[in-house]
């Protein structure tokens, strides 16, 4: 078997951006049919101890944030070069983190026509941010860079309690030290 190949990583800052979290560290997607998979969305989760058992309701709404160093491997994911899979795929939002903006890439949000409801590879903005919108990697079963989705979304999980989720500052965070480490 041959290694796979090496990740290219999207120069940020100036520098290469290391993964917030190693792509073999990403949990797997679940295996098997899933019992509990409904097109519609069922009024409550059938079980909560199961965690997430794929119902979308996040993906369908509101796309997670990236960390540094993540995108890279959604590109190598789906055979992209890191600034064709921006431009394609993803948008630069932003928000106010210790009295600075800071920016970060997010899947774009489908239209309910199944178009970017924002041109790719473009910031959005304040309106775009309010807009529930389907990220563009969902299938209509999961994601189709489950091993590699965006930290906020592995993170995330809609039957625990909204403080045990990552929230938008904290990937800001992320991306305001890594653009720290960087400064001359
Ligand atoms: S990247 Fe994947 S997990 Fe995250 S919102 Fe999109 S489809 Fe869902």
């Given at each position: 078997m041959t290694d796979p190949k090496p990740v290219q990583r999207l120069k940020i800052f100036g520098r290469e951006q290391p993964a917030?979290?190693?792509?073999?560290d990403a949990p797997g997607p679940e295996s098997g049919?899933?019992?509990?998979?409904?097109?519609e969305e069922p009024?409550?989760?059938?079980?909560?101890?199961?965690?997430?058992?794929?119902?979308?309701l996040c993906c369908k709404s509101s796309p997670g944030w990236y960390g540094p160093g993540e995108l890279e491997q959604s590109a190598q994911a789906l055979g992209m070069q890191p600034d064709e899979f921006v431009r394609k795929f993803l948008v630069i939002d932003g928000i106010e983190f210790e009295e600075k903006r800071v920016e970060v890439f997010a899947p774009v949000k489908l239209d309910r026509f199944g178009k970017p409801a924002w041109q790719p590879g473009t910031r959005v903005d304040a309106l775009y941010r309010t807009l529930r919108g389907v990220c563009v990697f969902y299938d209509g079963h999961g994601c189709k860079i489950y091993q590699a989705r965006p930290i906020e979304c592995a993170r995330?999980?809609?039957?625990?309690?909204?403080?045990q989720n990552m929230s938008h500052l904290e990937v800001a965070a992320l991306w305001a030290g890594a653009a720290e480490s960087d400064a001359p």
């Open positions: 917030s979290r190693p792509a073999e049919d899933n019992p509990y998979w409904s097109a009024d409550e989760h059938p079980d909560p101890s199961l965690g997430c058992i794929r119902r979308g995330y999980l809609c039957t625990q309690p909204a403080e």
